[in-house]
């Protein structure tokens, strides 16, 4: 049973333009969200996190919301660059702060066109 | 980055053979993990450690044990390998008890033939 959903398995965007991935999240224990990057035959990097108190966080070019309501959450690239182009993963942690472990979206592999 | 190494890098091994990846830091992090990646599922948490002789399991253990004797190593061990187990996987780690972006490793590609 899939906890963290992400239902693009790719997305293309032209370079300058806005890129949206989203995730949606089935677990209502879920408090902490992150966004991974990752170029292949590397490890995922940290991007950006989002806790369950906010329904906003930005950090330069990216920003993430979280619709609680709606089990929601997405990533905004803005504007898109070809180095942007990569796998992106959304992640979550229930109460307890993640120590046990993220539970980890499929991906959504963002392809930025010049 | 931070210091964790992975190794190997690459394996090739046979089905029912005994394989050992190690995860090394040098961060002094408490929170040590190992992930398995494969197309159409994401990142997978196999075991995590809370410390040193301290390991839990996490969604897709059989098939694996895990080791940590001391804070700067974890072993994930595939007792008898399969063709099932051919996958990247990840080591990550965490310096305290919340989610403020783990630091991955760099992966080791394992094919079981």
């Not at chain 2, 961060?27 to 390991?55: A, F």
Request: aromatic letters at 12%.
């Amino acid at each position: 049973d899939q906890q963290v959903k992400q239902n693009s398995p790719s997305l293309s965007v032209q370079e300058g333009r806005i890129s949206i991935l989203n995730c949606d999240y089935t677990n209502s224990m879920f408090d902490y969200f992150l966004w991974y990057k990752k170029y292949p035959a590397e490890g995922p990097t940290f991007l950006i996190s989002i806790s369950s108190i906010k329904d906003k966080n930005e950090d330069g070019r990216f920003t993430v919301f979280l619709n609680k309501s709606a089990k929601h959450l997405s990533l905004h690239i803005v504007p898109s660059q070809p180095g942007d182009s990569a796998v992106y993963f959304c992640a979550a942690s229930a109460a307890g702060g993640g120590a046990d472990g993220l539970t980890f979206g499929k991906g959504t592999h963002l392809i930025i066109q010049p | 980055d931070a210091g964790i190494t992975q190794s190997p890098r690459h394996k090739v091994t046979e089905t029912g053979t005994p394989v050992t990846l190690r995860c090394h830091q040098t961060e002094n992090h408490r929170y040590m993990y190992w992930y398995r990646q494969d197309p159409g599922h994401g990142l997978r948490l196999i075991h995590y450690s809370y410390g040193v002789k301290d390991t839990d399991k996490g969604e897709v253990s059989d098939g694996y044990s895990v080791s940590r004797s001391k804070t700067e190593d974890f072993l994930l061990t595939l007792e008898s390998a399969t063709s099932s187990q051919t996958s990247v996987y990840f080591c990550a780690i965490s310096d305290f008890q919340g989610p403020y972006g783990y630091t991955f490793g760099s992966g080791t590609r394992l094919t079981v033939v």
